[in-house]
């Protein structure tokens, strides 16, 4: 459904470092760098696996709550994100576990990254 998304943050190297730690173990990395030459305004930078599709850029972070999940294809991937962020910095908003109230198999882990925006990494299938 979804193209790509993106979102300014408040300081954008320690962003970046924090995501490509964060999404190392979903095979998620930097795939296009936008630099402040190029656009004549803001650096941004694309996340992905095939294509650039999780951007952040230079700018204001988000003054309202913003929550992004990516997906895991097994729950150990979930639980090695949730370390991987913890030790880029991010806070815990939820340890990897079950989510039973939005479905039976719903096993997801919550981090804030530097400016607080929640991000997830989500698995959808049984263990």
Known sequence: MLDHIGFAVSDFPASRAFYEKALAPLGIKVLMDVTAEMTGGPAYCGFGK????????EGKA????VHVAFAASNRALVDAFY???VAAGGKDNGAPGLRPQYHENYYGAFVLDPDGLNIEAVCHLPE
């Open 83 to 85: 370390e991987a962020a």
């Open 62 to 65: 988000p003054g309202t709550p």
């Open 50 to 57: 095939d294509k650039p599709d999780f951007w952040i850029g």
